[in-house]
Structure formats: structure tokens, C-alpha cells
């Protein structure tokens, strides 16, 4: 069965601490791991998409990288504007079904 | 108009009442989506259409009856529900017949309170 954890569940940061979430997954052919940000009463903003083990992108102080069971999510001197909920989904292949995780809760503390 | 938008943003509804939720996207996109958030739990994906075929119904009660009249426009209708259908409903969309296309886009989602 496909499925996706992330941890830690929620994480207190001090304004410029450098730290990493973890996404676990399990999944039959991976087509793709996504990962978004998503701000209280407000719908996932996406951030990055990874496609196969080895890959990793960057968009100023975040940078996702992937392997074939898991992937991170470091955050490198993150601001409060940072503090969100971010998400991580993996989508097999043959299926429209992508599989969300329950997301880590991040503050960011001036 | 960019992006995906939903409308309402907020809707509060009694239990016999009947009301749909609207979805438009300007993407381009072949696939639409509508997911289910409810507090600590994982987006529960609900319906999927691509070129406006229903390809999944992940055993959603018949009280919402989703409609798919274009690739551009999805909608959500509600009635009779429950207050546990409290939730905030998302919608996607994706392209999904070229390899590496297949991020879902967001709409800013409604929250929607069932009294």
C-alpha cells in the first residue's frame, strides 16, 4: 500500500537555526514527490517536485533532495515568514491518486 | 484571473440545505481534483476527472455529487450533509498525459460549516 509520514510532527525554530523535515514514503513506481507549503485556512502552495533518487532543487532557503525512501526538506536560517505547515505527496505510477502526508508544522521564533 | 480559484471562500450550511462549490482552472490542465481537509488528517482525495471523465470516486457518501461539465470547471454539489462534512475542500488540477507534468496545483480551497 502507498503511503507517505513525515516527521517530526511539528518543529519550534529559532529565527536563523538550520533544520531538516523527513518524508518517508512507500510507493509502487514512483512518478513524482512533491512538497508544499500551506498557510493556515489556505490551500497548498507548491514548492517543489522531485522525480527520481539523486535529484535535488532549491528555492532560496529551501532545498528538498530525494533517495528511493525518503526525502528531505532542509531549511537553511529560516525567518518567521517561513512558519507554515509543509506537506509532502508521492504519486505511483498508473494511478491519478496522489498520497499526502499529515504534514510538520514548523515555527519560526524571532 | 490565474492559478486555480474556488468560490465561495466560506460557506455555512444547515443540514437540509443544498448548495455546490465551484472550481475554475487556468492552467491548461487535462486533470481536476476535489479534496477533503480536515484538522490532523491527511488531504483525503475524494474525486478525480481528467478530460472530464470521472476516473476515481474514493467511496465519497452520495451526498456530494461531484460535476466535471469541462476540463476547465469542476464543481461540488452538497446536500443533506452532515456536521462532520465540516471541512476545508480543496480543489486541483494537473497535467497528467506528459511525463513529468503531473504537479497539482491548489485553489485556495472553502471552508466549508455544516450547523
Known amino acids: 500500500e502507498d503511503q507517505v509520514t513525515q516527521s517530526p510532527e511539528a518543529l519550534r525554530l529559532q529565527e536563523g537555526e538550520s533544520s531538516s523535515l523527513n518524508c518517508s514514503y512507500t510507493?509502487?513506481?514512483?512518478?513524482?514527490l512533491f512538497w508544499y507549503r500551506q498557510d493556515p485556512g489556505k490551500g497548498p502552495e507548491f514548492l517543489f517536485t522531485l522525480y527520481s533518487a539523486g535529484e535535488e532543487k532549491e528555492k532560496e532557503r529551501l532545498k528538498a533532495t530525494l533517495t528511493k525512501k525518503e526525502s528531505f526538506l532542509h531549511i537553511t536560517a529560516p525567518k518567521p515568514e517561513d512558519s507554515a505547515t509543509y506537506l509532502c505527496a508521492v504519486k505511483g505510477s498508473g494511478t491519478y491518486k496522489y498520497i499526502f502526508g499529515t504534514g510538520t508544522r514548523l515555527k519560526v521564533l524571532a | 484571473e490565474t492559478g486555480v480559484t474556488q468560490t465561495p471562500r466560506h460557506l455555512v450550511m444547515g443540514m437540509t440545505n443544498k448548495k455546490s462549490l465551484k472550481c475554475e482552472q487556468h492552467l491548461g490542465h487535462n486533470a481536476m481534483y476535489w479534496y477533503k481537509q480536515s484538522a490532523k488528517k491527511p488531504l483525503e482525495l475524494m474525486f478525480v476527472?481528467?478530460?472530464?471523465?470521472?476516473?476515481e470516486n474514493n467511496s465519497v457518501p452520495s451526498r456530494f455529487s461531484p460535476e466535471c461539465p469541462n476540463s476547465s470547471h469542476l464543481f461540488l454539489h452538497l446536500h443533506t450533509l452532515q456536521p462532520e462534512d465540516s471541512a476545508l475542500y480543496l480543489c486541483?488540477?494537473?497535467?497528467?498525459?506528459?511525463?513529468?507534468?503531473?504537479?497539482?496545483?491548489f485553489g485556495p480551497g472553502t471552508r466549508l460549516t455544516v450547523l
Open positions: 510507493v509502487s513506481g514512483l512518478r513524482g
Open positions: 486541483a488540477s494537473s497535467q497528467e498525459w506528459l511525463p513529468r507534468t503531473d504537479t497539482q496545483y
Open positions: 476527472y481528467n478530460f472530464k471523465e470521472q476516473t
